[in-house]
């Protein structure tokens, strides 16, 4: 599995990084990695640029058809926190779906799971794009 790093900086969680490297048995790629890859870890901060559109635009470029992303935000109480609604408009706003479900929770961040939206829902949003 090929698994791209988006956004990592000083506070990002350096056990998390080594299991997720111990469980693909693969180094995490950097942002200068081309190809498509299988996964994206994006590290996203409140009022950090790039917005997090822009980041999850990054992100969708550089996955597979099949790939998804682990958006890594700050937990709730963190001045750096990034609200469920900001997730969800920009999820909507760049084509992706968030995952139902508890997600995951590492010390200081959250992982929310985002996958390309199953076909049928991408022809319903199509037609209603239609003019009439």
């Known amino acids: 599995m090929t698994i791209k790093e988006i956004g990592e900086g000083l506070d990002v969680d350096e056990l998390f990084r080594r299991r ?51 958006l890594l935000t700050p937990t709730p109480g963190s001045p750096r926190r990034v609200h469920p609604v900001q997730i969800d408009t920009a999820s909507l706003r760049t084509g992706f779906h968030v995952e139902a479900g508890p ?9 929310t799971r985002l996958t390309r939206p199953p076909s049928s829902d991408i022809a319903l949003v199509r037609c209603g794009a239609l003019p009439n």
Request: proline residues 5%; charged residues 20%; hydrophobic residues 45%.
């Open 20 to 70: 997720v490297q111990g469980l693909t048995d693969s180094a995490l790629l950097d942002e200068g990695y081309t190809p498509p890859v299988d996964a994206v870890l994006l590290w996203c901060r409140a009022a950090k640029n790039p917005s997090l559109r822009h980041a999850l635009r990054q992100a969708k470029a550089a996955l597979s058809r099949s790939g998804f992303v682990w």
């Open 103 to 111: 997600g995951i929770e590492i010390h200081r961040w959250i992982g």
